[in-house]
Nanobody
């Protein structure tokens, strides 16, 4: 399993970012996928999950209505569109195979929300 997250950066509160996760080493199209984040000094927090065909998505209450998970099975890529970002969204974001966000993860991509 290899997962490579990208798309993070620094953004002001209220801004948007789109994260990507390039997957390889397993059959992406038949795997549920998820996003997890870890803020400094805190444990991992499950953020979102998506089923194999993208028809069902699930979100933590903390991001519901602001984040959208999608996937492109032809490109073995998972996405996380993040809108209306808040300072408390600052974290290292990881993608994971499966819906529960458990490791293995990639190297992560840093999202910093600050004015």
């Amino acid at each position: 399993v290899q997962l490579v997250e990208s798309g993070g950066g620094m953004v002001q509160p209220g801004g948007s970012l789109r994260l990507s996760c390039a997957a390889s080493g397993f059959i992406f199209s038949i795997s549920d996928m998820s996003w997890v984040r870890q803020a400094p000094g805190k444990g991992p927090e499950w953020v979102s999950a998506i089923n194999t065909d993208g028809g069902s998505t699930y979100y933590a209450d903390s991001v519901k209505g602001r984040f959208t998970t999608s996937r492109d099975n032809a490109k073995n890529t998972l996405f996380l569109q993040m809108n209306s970002l808040k300072p408390e969204d600052t974290a290292l974001y990881y993608c994971a195979r499966g819906s529960n966000g458990r490791p293995p993860w990639g190297q992560g991509t840093q999202v910093t929300v600050s004015s």
